[in-house]
């Protein structure tokens, strides 16, 4: 037939023997063989990591992570390999992270790493072990990571004093009763507090630039939408911030956060920040006795100048800009709408609204649906009332 050739049997053979000595012959590929053997040697690392056994980890490569994460409680720590690039004696692996505190996490945290690994009579070895690009860091990336428990808390430290970090932990512990006593939807009952050393550790953490953060005394990581299995937030501090405020001050913002992580099987992309960052200033500042006056001082002096707001606060004043006088307002603004909700409708009703917003297929219409149900309102009543309760208590 015009245009195709049988091949002889004897150039069959020699065309699998090439192939057997490029990619097997209908076996694996050398990529895949490389993969396999480095993700056997981080199976190895993972294993020696979790038994403590320094010897076994020295085997696999440079311990360093080894010595800095002894004092972690790890229930699980495990590796995935992705893709494998290999120059000679030289490879480099894209690798999923998957950890667990226990005690702590109800489901394995996740981190992408970029592993080197070298070769050597014939056995691969890590050589380095770091986040991948655009991802954030781990604390032990920043240093030796201390630990120290509380009643309701883990707080792990870099370059922090352990009395400082039992400070941190006494906040936690009285800040996680609170929020259990604000909301009645079932949560954890604890929380992990991680504090770097400095601003720059926490940028570093949330691999974010620290222009980003500076001011901000603290943050809580979380995908919004994330199921009720997720793991355990991290409630990571800003030890520049959070070392300028006075013990009042540090109290509202350890509860403020814890606030987050309760809530946050409830929180959605159908959640505006309005109420979010409403309700964990809410619940922050429940029971300190603080006044509207005392705790919103910037909106307390907007409305006393007749700028009173004419709608809630959108997500885009909550970012984080050079003008923190309008960024000040929007959460105030939105604790003013919460603590409007507690106090004409009732706490339930307040946890009610929260969680039947975040039950919302989409944002359009999330808000307006719940006010309609749980409050029997709807949002251009409710603006309204909130603009003449603000008047009340600031004009």
């Not at 954890?188 to 001011?215: E, I, N, T």
């Not at 003008?323 to 004409?344: K, S």
Request: hydrophobic share 40%; proline share 4%.
């Amino acid at each position: 037939m015009a245009g195709r050739r049988r091949v002889p049997g004897s150039s069959v053979v020699l065309l699998c023997l090439l192939l057997v000595a490029l990619a097997g012959c209908g076996g694996r590929s050398a990529a895949d063989s490389v993969r396999t053997e480095v993700q056997g040697v981080l199976d190895r690392r993972a294993a020696a990591l979790l038994d403590r056994d320094r010897a076994a980890y020295a085997a696999t490569g440079v311990r360093t992570g080894f010595d800095r994460t002894g004092a972690l409680p790890l229930a699980d720590w495990s590796y995935r390999v992705g893709t494998v690039r290999r120059t000679g004696d030289t490879a480099t692996a894209a690798v999923e992270l998957s950890y667990r505190l226990d005690g702590y996490d109800t489901g394995p945290v996740t981190a992408a790493r970029t592993v080197r690994l070298d070769r050597a009579a014939g056995t691969w070895r890590v050589a380095a072990d770091r986040p991948a690009k655009k991802s954030g860091q781990q604390p032990w990336d920043q240093g030796t990571v201390h630990v120290v428990r509380g009643a309701h808390s883990l707080v792990l430290g870099v370059g922090q004093s352990d009395e400082a970090l039992r400070g941190y932990a006494a906040l936690a512990d009285r800040a996680v009763p609170a929020v259990s006593a604000a909301w009645d939807a079932d949560w954890a009952g604890r929380v992990v507090v991680v504090v770097p050393r400095s601003l720059a550790g926490m940028a570093g953490l949330l691999g974010s630039p620290a222009s980003s953060y500076r001011g901000i005394a603290a943050v809580t990581t979380g995908e919004t939408g994330a199921p009720a299995t997720a793991p355990a937030d991290r409630i990571v501090v800003n030890p520049d911030a959070y070392g300028l405020l006075g013990s009042l001050g540090k109290q509202v913002v350890l509860t403020h956060e814890t606030a987050h992580v309760a809530t946050r099987a409830h929180t959605t992309a159908a959640t505006p920040l309005w109420l979010s960052e409403g309700y964990a200033d809410w619940a922050g500042y429940r029971d300190t006795g603080r006044t509207p006056g005392q705790a919103a001082p910037e909106l307390s002096r907007a409305v006393a100048e007749g700028r009173v707001p004419a709608a809630l606060p959108a997500d885009e004043d909550f970012g984080f800009t050079d003008d923190a006088t309008e960024l000040a307002q929007a959460y105030e603004g939105g604790w003013m709408a919460c603590r409007l909700i507690a106090e004409e409708w009732g706490e339930d009703r307040l946890d009610a609204f929260y969680r039947a917003v975040g039950a919302h297929e989409e944002r359009d219409g999330a808000v307006a649906d719940a006010m309609n149900r749980v409050l029997g309102t709807t949002p251009e009543e409710f603006t309204a009332r909130w603009g003449e309760y603000l008047r009340g208590e600031f004009g």
